[in-house]
């Protein structure tokens, strides 16, 4: 069954704590992404990457930092330099990097800070 | 510039009644639209995408959208609400050959019953 996981649904962290978010996709698709989403604010793009060992930033990379050593993995992790990181983080991947093809998305991770 | 604007943040409509959820986007060159839909707490999934075939795109769900070139629309559609359509709808913009994708606001959709 071909699709994209993340884990943990949930996360807490305590303030000044790093934390990894995990996104893995098994549809062999060349590109993946991440995203932020905050109510009433649609996705805003982080991190994207077409390619192993390659990725770019996006609209609000600061705070966070990505790699991308294995073509079906693309971890995030939210650094303490991040002002605000309490949301919801989707990670989605597409075929290649022809922005026809649709993205696919995982289920998302909650990540609240406190 | 791209972007994409979703006129309304907010649509009630009763079941069984016809939906309309209104797109517009700018673009400097010729884009490809999607619409998806997120349920509460969820990823989100593709409803249909206009990539410069036939103007009118049907998708799941008995959801249907027009690319109007002329008034730079992609607008989402459905005869008749169910239920369980209530959830947020994202219309997304992106270029040919630019691995980029611009999201909308999003407009969350409730059916009354």
């Known amino acids: 069954d071909g699709g994209i996981t993340q884990s943990p649904k949930y996360l807490f962290r305590k303030e000044g704590q790093n934390v990894t978010l995990s996104c893995e996709q098994n549809l062999n698709h060349d590109a993946m992404y991440w995203y932020r989403q905050d109510p009433g604010q649609g996705l805003r793009l982080i991190y994207y990457s077409q390619i192993v060992n390659d990725f770019q930033k996006g609209d609000i990379a600061e705070g966070y930092s990505v790699s991308r050593e294995k073509k079906e993995s693309f971890p995030l992790t939210v650094t303490s330099a991040q002002k605000n990181p309490t949301a919801f983080y989707l990670c989605?991947?597409?075929?290649?990097?022809?922005?026809?093809?649709?993205?696919?998305f995982g289920p998302g991770t909650r990540l609240t800070v406190t | 510039a791209q972007s994409v604007t979703q006129l309304d943040s907010h649509v009630s409509v009763s079941e069984g009644t016809p939906v309309l959820l209104r797109c517009n986007y700018s673009?400097?060159?010729?884009?490809?639209l999607f619409w998806y839909v997120q349920h509460p707490n969820k990823g989100l999934q593709l409803l249909l995408k206009?990539?410069?075939?036939?103007?009118l795109v049907k998708g799941i769900n008995g959801f249907e959208a027009e690319f109007k070139k002329s008034e730079t629309s992609f607008h989402l559609t459905k005869p008749s609400a169910h239920m369980s359509d209530a959830a947020e709808y994202f219309c997304?913009?992106?270029?040919?050959?630019?691995?980029?994708?611009?999201f909308g606001s999003g407009t969350k959709l409730n059916v009354k019953p």
């Open positions: 673009s400097s060159y010729s884009p490809s």
């Open positions: 997304v913009v992106s270029l040919y050959n630019f691995n980029k994708f611009y």
């Open positions: 206009y990539t410069s075939a036939a103007t």
């Open positions: 989605a991947s597409s075929i290649a990097s022809s922005g026809s093809d649709e993205q696919y």
